[in-house]
């Protein structure tokens, strides 16, 4: 899980634009020598009652170094680094297809979504909107916007319902017995950003969606779709 560059780590971040839409400090700027990335200083960041350790910015890079872990790469590389607002967030900006209709491809049968929505069973995202995919001028799908993950509790909430119940495929199987086999090592790293139960959460939840050898399907107890969902 190494870093593409650096430069990341250790240039100088400037910030250019503020995201007037997004609900907590959410900042484009520019680290010299790597390119244009997004920042969230946790100083910037709105408590949330059933989110009470931790941090959002801890969360997001949780999600990244598990994408990269379980071999997915859904997740642009993001780290955890001084900024002009103190420690935040800082993740790889995803140039996206402006010509794409995203409601329409995020309801296809696309199979990069289909890895997306098995990874935020996984990571039990409750905020799977469509405007949280982004897809480059290649076709690439990167998933964003993970602060809200790693809950104990049963929360997954998307828009990526279109694979529910369809039974795993053997590579997806053996993603989850992977994870399971390396269990020790995801706890190792991801220790430093989420809480030893919501660790012991993930694992028991990669251990039944191998049993279960099925997509999840929806909640009857929880809201299965974000609000708004775009």
Same mark, same amino acid.
């Given at each position: 899980?190494? +870093? ?9 971040? =400037? ?25 969230? $200083?946790?100083?910037?960041? !709105? @408590?949330?009652?059933?989110? $009470? ?22 997740? @642009?590389?993001?780290?955890? =680094?001084?900024?002009?607002?103190? @420690? ?24 990069? +979504? ?13 905020? =799977?909107?469509?405007?949280?995919? +982004? ?8 998933? *964003? ?10 929360? +997954? !909430? ?44 993930? *694992?028991? =939840? ?19 779709? $974000?609000? @708004?969902?775009?």
């Amino acid at each position: 899980m190494k +870093l593409d560059s650096k430069e990341m780590l250790t240039g100088e971040l =400037r910030i250019t634009h503020r995201l007037v839409d997004a609900s907590n400090a959410t900042l484009l700027g520019e680290i010299e020598g790597y390119g244009k990335v997004i920042y969230k $200083p946790v100083a910037g960041e !709105r @408590p949330l009652w059933d989110f $009470p350790d931790g941090t959002l910015a801890g969360r997001e890079v949780a999600s990244f170094l598990l994408s990269e872990k379980l071999g997915l790469h859904l997740v @642009p590389e993001t780290i955890l =680094r001084e900024g002009p607002f103190g @420690p935040g967030m800082v993740q790889r900006w995803i140039e996206i297809d402006a010509d794409l209709d995203l409601i329409e491809f995020g309801q296809s049968e696309d199979s990069q +979504l289909r890895s997306l929505a098995l990874f935020d069973a996984i990571i039990n995202n409750t905020d =799977r909107k469509f405007g949280h995919l +982004l897809v480059d001028s290649s076709g690439r799908l990167f998933g *964003c916007d993970h602060g809200v993950t790693f809950h104990r509790e049963e929360k +997954l !909430r998307t828009v990526l319902w279109q694979f529910a119940g369809l039974a795993l495929t053997e590579s997806e199987q053996a993603l989850l017995d992977s994870a399971l086999a390396n269990s020790n090592e995801i706890a190792k790293f991801l220790s430093e950003h989420v809480t030893e139960v919501e660790i012991e959460a993930l *694992c028991s =939840r990669i251990s039944k969606l191998s049993d279960l050898n099925a997509m999840p399907m929806p909640s009857e107890e929880w809201p299965a779709v $974000p609000w @708004p969902p775009v």
